[in-house]
C-alpha cells in the first residue's frame, strides 16, 4: 500500500475541490420562488341587457393588469403579479352581491367595478360583511357611501357631484347663446339611478330659470319609446334632458329623428349612449349633437388613446366604461402598493388616507373623503359633432366649442 505524502494529499484535495466546483457550476440554477399572485376581484354585467357595459369595462381592467404586471407587478410584494378575477352581475342586483360572495371565497383581496347604482348597493353591502374593499367605477347614486361602510370608496362622481357641474355648464351653454332654451322636459328610467337624476333635476332647474314641462319615466330594459316620444311631441320642450341606459337610450334618440321630434338640444346627464360610440357609429344622425355630462377620460392623456385603440382592435366600440375601469385597477394597484400587504385592512386604510393617482381619468389626484367618495372626480361635458365624441367642457379639456341650439 502506497503510503500518501503531505504532497499528494494536498493534490487530492486541491483536486476534489476542483470537481466540487466544477460540479457546481455545472448544476442548473436555483431560482428563487415567485411571490403568490395578489388577486384583484372585478364586478361587472358580463351577461344580461347590460353586457356590453361589463365587456368594455372588463377590457379596461385587463388592459391596467397587463401593464401593471408587465411593469414589474407590485414591487412592495417583491414583483407579485395581479391576477384578476372577474364576477358576472348578470345585470342584476342579487346577483352581483352573489358574486361578491364567490370572489371573497376566491381570496381576493379587493373588488372594483359595479357599474349600475341597485347592483352596486347590494355589492358593497355584500362586500363590507367580509371587510372586503370596494371600489365603485361608475355606479352614481348618493346613498352608495353615504351609508357609512368603511369598505366602500367611489372613483367617479355622485348624482349630487355631477348634476352641480352639469348644470353649471347647461347655463353657460344657454347664456352664450342668448338664452333661447327656457323650457325642459325631463326623462328618465324608473330605476335608483334614473329616478335620483330627476328628482335632483326637479328640485335645482326652477330655481335657475327653466320650466320642468313633465317628467316622463319608464322601465327598464324598454322595448318602445313611441309614446314616450309622442308626449315630446306634443310637449314641444326646448331641452330634453333623459336619463336611461343604452339601449333606452338609443331607441329614444332614433324615435325622436323618426317622428321628426327637435327640441334645441338633447342634455344628458350620465347618458347611456351619448358617450358611446357604438351610438355613434351605427346612428350618426341621431346622434349628431347630443350633449352628454358623463365618465369620460382625460383626451390629452396618451393612454386614453392606446385604450380606445384596443377597444377598437377587438372590433368593438369604446365607451367610458373602459377608461374608469383601467383607473378603478390602477388604483387599487397603488394602494395594495402603498400597504405593501395583500391585506383586506391594510388595503382599506390606505384607501382611507392616502392620495393616489387617477388613472386616465382627469381628476388629478384622488383622494377619498371621510364617506369614501372621491372628492376630486369630475365628470366632463361632451357632444357629438360630426361623428367624434368631443369634450366642450370644462376648458382645461376642451377639444371643441359647443354648438347650441343644435336644431333651429
Not at 208 to 217: A, D, K
Request: include cysteine; charged fraction near 15%.
Amino acid at each position: 500500500m502506497t503510503k500518501m505524502t503531505g504532497q499528494t494529499r494536498r493534490a487530492i484535495l486541491k483536486g476534489g475541490v476542483a470537481a466540487a466546483a466544477a460540479a457546481t457550476l455545472g448544476a442548473p440554477t436555483v431560482l428563487r420562488a415567485q411571490p403568490a399572485s395578489v388577486k384583484i376581484g372585478l364586478l361587472q354585467p358580463m351577461s344580461g341587457f347590460l353586457a356590453q357595459a361589463g365587456d368594455l369595462a372588463s377590457i379596461g381592467a385587463r388592459f391596467a393588469v397587463d401593464e401593471i404586471n408587465a411593469a414589474g407587478g407590485i414591487k412592495a410584494l417583491d414583483g407579485a403579479q395581479i391576477e384578476l378575477l372577474v364576477g358576472d352581475s348578470k345585470s342584476n342586483a342579487e346577483a352581483g352581491a352573489q358574486e361578491v360572495e364567490a370572489l371573497n371565497e376566491a381570496g381576493v383581496v379587493a373588488i372594483g367595478g359595479g357599474f349600475a347604482s341597485g347592483i352596486s348597493l347590494t355589492a358593497t353591502q355584500a362586500a363590507a360583511r367580509h371587510s372586503l374593499p370596494f371600489l365603485v367605477d361608475s355606479a352614481t347614486a348618493d346613498s352608495i357611501t353615504g351609508r357609512g361602510l368603511a369598505n366602500t370608496f367611489r372613483l367617479g362622481p355622485n348624482f349630487s357631484m355631477a348634476t352641480e357641474v352639469a348644470l353649471q355648464n347647461l347655463i353657460r351653454l344657454n347664456e352664450a347663446a342668448g338664452n333661447p332654451a327656457k323650457t325642459v322636459a325631463l326623462v328618465h328610467e324608473d330605476g335608483l339611478f334614473g329616478a335620483g337624476l330627476a328628482q335632483v333635476m326637479q328640485e335645482k332647474l326652477p330655481g335657475l330659470g327653466f320650466e320642468i314641462l313633465e317628467t316622463i319615466s319608464h322601465p327598464t330594459p324598454a322595448r318602445d319609446m313611441s309614446n314616450v316620444v309622442l308626449r315630446l311631441r306634443s310637449l314641444q320642450p326646448d331641452l330634453v334632458i333623459p336619463s336611461h341606459y343604452y339601449n333606452e337610450f338609443v331607441l329614444m334618440a332614433r324615435t325622436m329623428q323618426q317622428q321628426r321630434v327637435r327640441p334645441m338640444g338633447v342634455y344628458a346627464v350620465f347618458g347611456g349612449a351619448a358617450s358611446s360610440y357604438q351610438f355613434v357609429a351605427e346612428y350618426p344622425e341621431a346622434a349628431e349633437g347630443v350633449f352628454d355630462c358623463n365618465h369620460w377620460g382625460d383626451p390629452s392623456n396618451p393612454t386614453d388613446a392606446e385604450l380606445k385603440a384596443a377597444v377598437e382592435g377587438q372590433g368593438k366600440h369604446y365607451a367610458y366604461n373602459t377608461p374608469i375601469n383601467y383607473s378603478v385597477v390602477k388604483v387599487l394597484a397603488e394602494a395594495i402598493e402603498k400597504a405593501g400587504a395583500a391585506d383586506r385592512e391594510a388595503v382599506t386604510e390606505q384607501l382611507k388616507t392616502a392620495e393616489f393617482g387617477s388613472g386616465v381619468m382627469p381628476y388629478g389626484t384622488t383622494k377619498f373623503g371621510e364617506d369614501g367618495q372621491n372628492v376630486n372626480a369630475l365628470p366632463l361635458n361632451t357632444q357629438v359633432q360630426d361623428g367624434k365624441i368631443n369634450v366642450i367642457y370644462p376648458d382645461a379639456f376642451a377639444q371643441s366649442k359647443p354648438v347650441f341650439p343644435v336644431n333651429g
